[in-house]
T-cell receptor, first 116, second 110 residues
Framework: NAGVMQNPRHLVRRRGQEARLRCSPM?????VYWYRQLPEEGLKFMVY????????ESGMPKERFSAEFPKEGPSILRIQQVVRGDSAAYFC??????????????FGPGTRLTVL | GDSVTQMEGPVTLSEEAFLTINCTYT??????LFWYVQYPGEGLQLLLKATKADDKGSNKGFEATYRKETTSFHLEKGSVQVSDSAVYFCALSGGNQFYFGTGTSLTVIP
């Protein structure tokens, strides 16, 4: 049973470029969460999505950041016009909340974004 | 709002020593509590969880008890190994997100 998949694992962008981070949840999970981890810090919530819906984006920066989880395919976190401060590890997690079995979130290996 | 306060590190222990990493929380309602472990360059792995007061989560020799009266969820292990060297995160589930502590780095030396 494959876990949460994220790609790419490492991404290098120059200032002003766009970054696209992908996340495929665990099989049977339809709830996806994105977190950002800055160096030496814990994870900070960004956004919570279900298929085709953004449920909670209270942690997303108001500009340049967007997220989607289409009916088919992975969830995408998109960062436009990246700046050096966007350099961080971005983690995706998934859960199967609708089953009632667990609110446990299972994490992917992360995408480490470096902005030059 | 909900939050987690975690013992600051780094922590360095000799192999077979006893480990405690303190975690306290603030929450409305009755959240589930978690410990995650992160090895260098990797994502977070669920270590253990507890879903209600007085529950004890345990895994791989680690354990933590959900204490509502002290709002704590301290992580313990009786005898650490070099392979336990990692960063440990305490977390609580609150609404649509998890709230994480800042992490405690553990290094176990032979």
């Amino acid at each position: 049973n494959a876990g949460v998949m994220q790609n790419p694992r490492h991404l290098v962008r120059r200032r002003g470029q766009e970054a696209r981070l992908r996340c495929s949840p665990m099989k049977g999970h339809s709830h996806v969460y994105w977190y950002r981890q800055l160096p030496e810090e814990g994870l900070k919530f960004m956004v919570y999505l279900q298929k085709e819906n953004i449920i909670d984006e209270s942690g997303m920066p108001k500009e340049r950041f967007s997220a989607e989880f289409p009916k088919e395919g992975p969830s995408i976190l998109r960062i436009q016009q990246v700046v050096r401060g966007d350099s961080a590890a971005y983690f995706c997690a998934s859960s199967a909340r609708e089953t009632g079995a667990a609110d446990t979130q299972y994490f992917g290996p992360g995408t480490r974004l470096t902005v030059l | 709002g909900d939050s987690v306060t975690q013992m600051e590190g780094p922590v360095t222990l000799s192999e077979e020593a006893f480990l405690t990493i303190n975690c306290t929380y603030t929450a409305t309602g009755y959240p589930s509590l978690f410990w995650y472990v992160q090895y260098p360059g990797e994502g977070l792995q669920l270590l253990l969880k507890a879903t209600k007061a007085d529950d004890k989560g345990s895994n791989k020799g680690f354990e933590a008890t959900y204490r509502k009266e002290t709002t704590s969820f301290h992580l313990e292990k009786g005898s650490v190994q070099v392979s336990d060297s990692a960063v440990y995160f305490c977390a609580l589930s609150g609404g649509n997100q998890f709230y994480f502590g800042t992490g405690t780095s553990l290094t176990v030396i032979p």
